[in-house]
């Protein structure tokens, strides 16, 4: 059965620093969808970056990146730069959808941002 | 684009009555999901629908909740009797079949006392 794990319930980081989130998965499928969300405190779930598996180039939005390793089943989020607005809930999601279609999301990793 | 539209923000119940939630999805989205939410239990995925037909509800707790989409604008998620365990917040979220990108609305925060 697919699984999503993010290992990581909290972490923390000083304003201007990078940190990277991890979230490991499992899957027998080869076509599927990887993503991160961010949930700040006002509750919103906000679309960070999308990756699909078939892409061999990790996927970038401006200060967000991801480390995707597809054999190891692994797909880290890199943030860069971090500012006192990046503190949330950032949840790791897999999504194939297909004749079994499956759609997971991870328990969240908390980021705090140290000013 | 408004977004994925989400009434009402709140709802405090009582025990017993129905609660009707509503969403509004993203113009030309095809897929439409609900969520709930609690410390306890995280993101869960209720149903979704394609192109207004239910797919897969295996996440519906049970008979006391029900979900239509009448119609490519317009979905309901139905609590009827609603108890306190039902208290979370509901999420409905819109993408498309070409990159499956979820939007989320702002969510129901469902208080039933």
């Known amino acids: 059965a697919q699984t999503v794990t993010q290992s990581q319930p909290e972490m923390s980081v000083q304003e201007a620093e990078t940190v990277t989130l991890s979230c490991t998965y499992d899957t027998s499928e080869s076509d599927y969808y990887l993503f991160w969300y961010k949930q700040p405190p006002s509750r919103q779930m906000i679309l960070v970056i999308r990756q699909e598996a078939y892409k061999q180039q990790n996927a970038t939005e401006n200060r967000f990146s991801v480390n995707f390793q597809k054999a190891a089943k692994s797909f880290s989020l890199k943030i860069s730069d971090s500012q006192l607005g990046d503190a949330a809930m950032y949840f790791c999601a897999y999504i194939y959808m297909n004749r079994d279609d499956k759609i997971i999301f991870g328990k969240g990793t908390r980021l705090h941002i140290l000013p | 684009d408004a977004g994925v539209i989400q009434s009402p923000r709140h709802e405090v119940t009582e025990m017993g009555q129905e609660v009707t939630l509503r969403c509004k999805p993203i113009s030309g989205h095809d897929y439409l999901f609900w969520y709930r939410q609690t410390m306890m239990r995280g993101l869960e995925l209720l149903i979704y629908?394609?192109?207004?037909?239910?797919?897969?509800d295996s996440g519906m707790p049970e008979d006391r909740f029900s979900a239509k989409m009448p119609n490519a604008s317009f979905s309901t998620l139905k609590i009827q009797p609603s108890e306190p365990r039902d208290s979370a917040v509901y999420f409905c979220?819109?993408?498309?079949?070409?990159?499956?990108?979820?939007?989320f609305g702002p969510g129901t925060r469902l208080t039933v006392t």
């Open positions: 979220a819109s993408s498309l079949s070409t990159n499956y990108e979820q939007y």
């Open positions: 629908f394609n192109n207004n037909v239910p797919i897969d």
